[in-house]
């Protein structure tokens, strides 16, 4: 796909003709109601700045009535950066022969994976792209799940794995040794532009692992990503859709160009767009876990996501040991402001907390013992 700059399909941040007022819309929120998709395009097209306000001041009243001052920390070990696929958005893609190419060895995963252990992450996010060193050898998946089996068994911490779309054997296998969360991000929900952004992949193949993955008893992280051409109506629609999912985690991340990529000439979005998007997740998902991602604009981003209603601190980076970030390579984390040293103060200054390491196993695995019940929402309006 030839993506131009006359080729660009904008997303619209102009307040459009509504019937809705900001207070009952926010009121509906705050009172445990789902919000429509109508009003999801709302809440997102406010512009005055006292309005936004609001948003983020009840998306904080949320989160502090079901997790008070307390701030999840996810250690972040991306151990093989080659992939098969071209997704036009991603610095990683297989054509682009600028990117630093590695895969650390299952002794260097444990080494990192110990390291955040000790450092007082709550979670090992173990990630790759679709590698076809796994992909395309006979038995290839085996190392990579005795390896996530020597993580977790070293360092008794929940682990999340994001290996792309993998054969349902596979995540079985992952599922028996002792992962508990599945990530795999849809980054829109929009069809067209879907193959616009992964245009050698399958929809549908995406969002049925996401599925199963549930079905195994895995929890489920969903994505999204802003700013590539999504109009307001495909966040709501993203929403609803994660909200039908059971998503146990959503999140949004910014669009970064980079190098070498069909998007490098495409700009990334104002920062006030994602932290509205956080704000409405909290409203749509008020006891779900939402990141504020280290991994766009490093720690001098983390307070306003934080402020928008985010309460997960994700890609935290051991220095020094040769590992990158997904859509900043190299971002804060040789310096080491990507750890829980360099982030506790932050959130200090905010009157939040890093929650210790049994509230966060505790909160997990509550939601490993309801993975079939009903989301808060259709219990409320029941």
């Known amino acids: 796909m030839n993506f131009v700059k006359s080729d660009k399909i904008l997303y619209v941040m102009s307040k459009i003709g509504s019937p809705f007022k900001l207070e009952g819309v926010l ?29 983020f001041n009840v998306a904080r009243s949320l989160r502090q009535r079901y997790f008070g001052d307390h701030i999840f920390l996810y250690g972040f070990v991306y151990f093989s950066t080659y992939c098969r696929n071209s997704c036009n958005f991603c610095y990683y893609r297989k054509p682009n022969k600028l990117c630093k190419r590695y895969r650390k060895t299952d002794d260097e995963v444990i080494e990192v994976a110990q390291r955040l252990a000790e450092s007082g992450v709550h979670l090992i996010d173990l990630t790759m792209g679709e590698d076809p060193f796994y992909y395309l050898r006979d038995g290839g998946f085996k190392s990579l799940v005795d390896m996530v089996g020597r993580v977790k068994a070293e360092t008794n911490l929940p682990v999340m794995i994001s290996p792309g779309v993998v054969p349902a054997q596979v995540l079985a296998d992952l599922a028996d040794a002792g992962v508990d969360w599945y990530a795999c991000y849809q980054e829109t929900h929009n069809r067209q532009l879907f193959y616009r952004l992964r245009s050698d992949q399958n929809y549908d193949l995406r969002v049925e692992e996401k599925y199963l993955a ?28 994660m909200r039908d999912m059971g998503a146990n985690q ?31 997740l909290r409203l749509m998902f008020p006891d779900r876990l939402i990141p504020a991602s280290l991994d766009i604009d490093g720690l001098g981003g983390l307070q306003e996501r934080l402020k928008a209603g985010a309460n997960v601190v994700t890609s935290l980076i051991p220095p020094r040991l040769g590992l990158a970030g997904v859509a900043q390579a190299s971002l804060n984390v040789n310096d080491g402001y990507r750890t829980v040293k360099g982030v506790v103060p932050l959130l200090e200054e905010l009157g939040l907390s890093a929650a210790t390491t049994e509230n966060y196993i505790n909160w997990v695995k509550n939601e490993e013992a309801n993975l079939e019940e009903k989301d808060i929402c259709a219990e409320i309006e029941g």
């Open 250 to 280: 959503v999140r949004v991340m910014s669009f970064i160009p980079q190098k070498s990529i069909p998007m490098s000439d495409w700009p990334s979005p104002p920062r006030i767009y994602e932290m509205m998007i956080i704000a409405v």
């Open 214 to 241: 549930k079905k195994l008893g895995l929890l489920v992280e969903e994505g999204i990503l802003a700013g590539v051409g999504e109009s307001l109506l495909d966040v709501a629609t993203s929403m609803q859709v």
């Open 27 to 55: 009121e509906k929120a705050y009172t445990g109601r789902c919000l429509s998709s109508e009003e999801i395009v709302f809440l997102l097209s406010l512009k005055e700045r006292e309005e936004v306000d609001r948003l």
